[in-house]
């Protein structure tokens, strides 16, 4: 019986980590930018200046406005987005594919 309680304890502690993680958005352009950002029906404005990054800003899902751009960004708690020439990009995008060789054949 032990090692069921032991287990439960070690989930509670993961709670609470896992919450806490939110998206980024860093802005690697010379001018601040205006964002929109609707969560759960609720919408705020935020500025980013140049060089900085505003962390917390997607508690699970939300869409990101830049500017007057009509088109929203989708996020999740998990992005990490940089603002480049005044375009939101997913820092993943910026990575380059991993060779992985030819497909593989089946039989």
Known sequence: ????????????????????HAA???????IEHQLRVIEGGAEIQ?????????TGVCK???DVYVGADPV?????SSDVL???EGQLLYEDDRK????????AQTQ
């Open 1 to 20: 019986m032990k090692v069921p309680v032991t287990l439960v304890i070690c989930l509670f502690c993961m709670i609470p980590a896992a919450a806490s």
């Open 60 to 62: 699970t899902k939300c």
């Open 72 to 76: 929203p960004y989708d996020l999740i």
């Open 24 to 30: 980024t958005i860093q802005n690697r352009d010379q």
């Open 82 to 84: 940089l603002i480049e």
């Open 46 to 54: 935020l500025a980013v200046s140049p060089g900085r990054a505003l």
């Open 96 to 103: 380059p594919e991993a060779d992985t060789g030819p497909p």
